[in-house]
């Protein structure tokens, strides 16, 4: 038994490194693709230069032992509060937006919080990390209505491993849904255009809804095996803005599926740290990646195919972002981190209430 679960961890976690790996390499294709509408800007060179800051992260968490990752958490969650802080004062700067890596960043602390080991946490306790997480998510609004709705799902996410009343359930999924609801108020006048655009492309086929146009066309012109006309040159609709519209129309529909089978694959493997580990905090480290994929992959990629009005949100590893790839990275080293510890059980093993090994 213990071999096959070996085994089993060892599958995992080469299935998730990769997946990363495999995406890298599509992000760079793409942004080769991109460069065709920035030639002025080497970004081929400023992606791999920090894809290797985000492997040797990554690498180092992964490896590290747990004591180390415990002892880190706290000081990390300081430096993430600290960045957010920086954010907030310097939010006219596009340059000084790391929400991504504050995200990851926060998710070993979320990890950590205890407010009962064995009884359900009291109302005080529910309330005050409820309203830790509600101000920290609804301040990465000032980068934008993606990074506040990835950074509230990853948070109550890692929190849901908490043993909540059935009252405290409750409570969560409306404090969830009236962030989300402050969230959606908070548009800014070319948002709610865009989602207008989306809902009614045809209204203004030469405003608004040009692009969300434009995205289906060259979607469709891709096919399954990908369009012979070459990607636009000077085009409205950049390569690294919307990779799964380049993939497409480049490679055609199978390359687009099969990234986001990749990206599934990294989902699925986090969700099962999430649920089939012995500890409450390997399953919040597992349940917070889960989540800030899962959530990256549903509002980039419904955005860029169509399904879901486009937030300007950039997918893990596929577009252009120096911190971005970084928390891609983190994020991943996380979970073989949890898979290294040998912690992980049977599939038919009770795991909720497990306590650290």
């Given at each position: 038994m213990a071999e096959a679960i070996a085994r089993r961890r060892l599958a995992l976690g080469t299935a998730v490194a990769l997946a990363g790996l495999v995406l890298a390499g599509v992000g760079v294709v793409i942004l080769r693709g991109a460069m065709a509408n920035y030639p002025y800007q080497d970004l081929v060179t400023r992606q791999l230069s920090w894809f290797a800051v985000g492997v040797v992260v990554a690498?180092?968490?992964?490896?590290?032992?747990?004591?180390?990752?415990?002892?880190?958490?706290?000081?990390?969650?300081?430096?993430?509060?600290?960045?957010?802080?920086?954010?907030?004062?310097?939010?006219?700067?596009?340059?000084?937006?790391?929400?991504?890596l504050i995200i990851?960043?926060?998710?070993?602390?979320?990890?950590?919080?205890?407010?009962?080991?064995?009884?359900?946490?009291?109302?005080?306790?529910?309330?005050?990390?409820?309203?830790?997480?509600?101000?920290?998510?609804?301040?990465?609004?000032?980068?934008?209505?993606?990074?506040?709705?990835?950074?509230?799902?990853?948070?109550?996410?890692?929190?849901?491993?908490?043993?909540?009343?059935?009252p405290q359930k409750v409570a969560t999924g409306l404090a969830l849904a009236l962030a989300v609801g402050i969230t959606l108020a908070s548009l800014r006048g070319y948002q709610i255009a865009r989602l207008n655009a989306w809902l009614f492309p045809g209204d203004q086929p030469r405003g608004a809804g040009w692009r969300v146009l434009e995205q289906r066309r060259l979607l469709g012109e891709g096919g399954w095996w990908g369009a012979e006309a070459a990607w636009p040159h000077r085009h409205g609709v950049n390569a690294f803005e919307a990779p799964y519209v380049f993939l497409g129309h480049e490679h055609g529909w199978l390359a687009v599926l099969g990234v986001l089978l990749l990206n599934l694959v990294v989902?699925?493997?986090?969700?099962?740290?999430?649920?089939?580990?012995?500890?409450?905090?390997?399953?919040?480290?597992?349940?917070?990646?889960?989540?800030?994929?899962?959530?990256?992959?549903?509002?980039?990629?419904?955005?860029?195919?169509?399904?879901?009005?486009?937030?300007?949100?950039?997918?893990?590893?596929?577009?252009?972002?120096?911190?971005?790839?970084?928390?891609?990275?983190?994020?991943?080293?996380?979970?073989?981190?949890?898979?290294?510890?040998?912690?992980?059980?049977?599939p038919d093993a009770p795991v909720e209430g497990g306590s650290e090994p």
């Open positions: 690498v180092l968490v992964s490896i590290s032992p747990s004591a180390w990752l415990k002892r880190a958490a706290y000081p990390l969650a300081g430096l993430m509060a600290a960045s957010l802080l920086l954010l907030l004062h310097s939010a006219q700067h596009t340059w000084l937006r790391p929400t991504d990851v960043g926060a998710i070993p602390a979320l990890a950590r919080y205890r407010a009962s080991a064995q009884a359900p946490p009291s109302w005080a306790a529910w309330f005050s990390v409820s309203l830790l997480v509600l101000v920290g998510g609804l301040s990465l609004l000032v980068a934008g209505p993606a990074p506040a709705l990835i950074g509230l799902f990853v948070a109550f996410g890692a929190l849901s491993v908490q043993r909540w009343t059935a989902v699925v493997v986090a969700s099962w740290i999430g649920f089939k580990t012995a500890s409450a905090e390997s399953r919040a480290i597992g349940r917070g990646v889960a989540a800030f994929w899962g959530a990256h992959l549903a509002l980039a990629a419904g955005g860029n195919l169509g399904l879901l009005p486009e937030l300007a949100n950039t997918p893990p590893l596929l577009g252009y972002g120096g911190s971005a790839v970084v928390a891609a990275l983190l994020s991943l080293g996380l979970s073989v981190h949890v898979l290294r510890r040998g912690e992980v059980v049977t």
